[in-house]
């Protein structure tokens, strides 16, 4: 029976996403039951496609994310996958209807990491739409589990928060990005002079946008808002902690917020959503 088979996939998505990242892990244990192995089956997919450009260095990385697309879209159309990940990942394109543009757009981004690209403002809202904002939009499909009219409802909230994630991410990993895989994401900044004033103004841009995606998230079905809270409280913390100290040090170090202290956001956050003060 496929049954078994995809339970076994299912473990392997949890798996990856607790290898990978605590921060979501433990955002998703709040989720109501039923929703989180699909969402343990959207980072898993997320994260496989990313080791690929981030990670696999001595292999041919654009056969790898190409054999990758095409196993992907075999899976949707078949139903069916020996890829572990892949197979838990087409389940929930399949249950939730999620749309192969959405799709497409992620895939892309992973793409635009292999090239040599000097980011404009163009092509980092590009790259910022695909490896970010729709994933929150994969999410929100399971979040609203059909319901389209609140899916149209907290679309754009959604895109906020993916956003603002992946913003925090570029600016705690900015250093490792530059010398090792020689990417600069942000545009008309330059990194052998990065002053307190270029990341004042992107600090500004992704405050901004947690302003919005809180606004969503205090719409989210209960089933999904504790969670997604979680995750959004570790971030935000995060981005204050590296806003806090200035540019040459965030270009020296990889900031991080121990487990401990994620813990205790984790408590307080649980508190607020119980109280309704979220």
Known sequence: MKEKFDTL??????????????????GIYFFNKKLRDPIYAIYGFVRLADEIVDSFHKFDKPYLLQKFKNDCYEAIEQGISLNPILNAFQQVVNTYGIENELIDLFLRSMEMDLEDITYTPETYEEYVLGSAQVVGLMCLHVFTEGDKAKYNELKASAMKLGSAFQKVNFLRD????????????????NLKDFTNDDKALIEQEIEEEFEEALKGIRRLPATSRCGVYVAFIFYK?????????????VLSKRVRISNGYKFLLMFNSLIKNKLNTI
């Open 9 to 26: 996939s299912a473990k392997c998505s949890k798996i990856a996403t607790r290898h990978y990242s605590t921060s979501f892990s433990l």
């Open 174 to 189: 900015i250093s490792a990005d530059y010398e090792h895989l020689y990417r600069t994401y942000f545009p008309n900044v």
């Open 237 to 249: 913390k995060l981005f204050y902690k590296i806003k806090g100290i200035p540019a040459d040090e």
